[in-house]
């Protein structure tokens, strides 16, 4: 979903599980990184990435997330 869509809930940060994700891309548009943050916590997480293909993004996330997937409720694009 996108960030302007957000539940009520997501946007008061009372819960934890509420990640926003978005892409930093390198110069020349040459790799980046995949990057979650979480709203009440505020914990950070980056993955580096090769290239800013769909499936590149899915792969990281995906990665960063699967050890803490029972703390995932939403998700959100910046």
Known sequence: MN??????VV????????WEVDLVIGKGHKG????????KSRLYL????ANK???AANDAITTLLAP???WVKTLALR
């Open 11 to 18: 946007d008061s940060r009372s819960r934890i599980g509420d």
């Open 32 to 39: 980046g990184f995949a990057t979650l943050a979480e709203h």
């Open 68 to 70: 803490i997937k029972h």
């Open 53 to 55: 293909s769909a499936q």
């Open 3 to 8: 960030i302007d869509q957000c539940p009520d």
């Open 46 to 49: 980056a993955l580096p990435i």
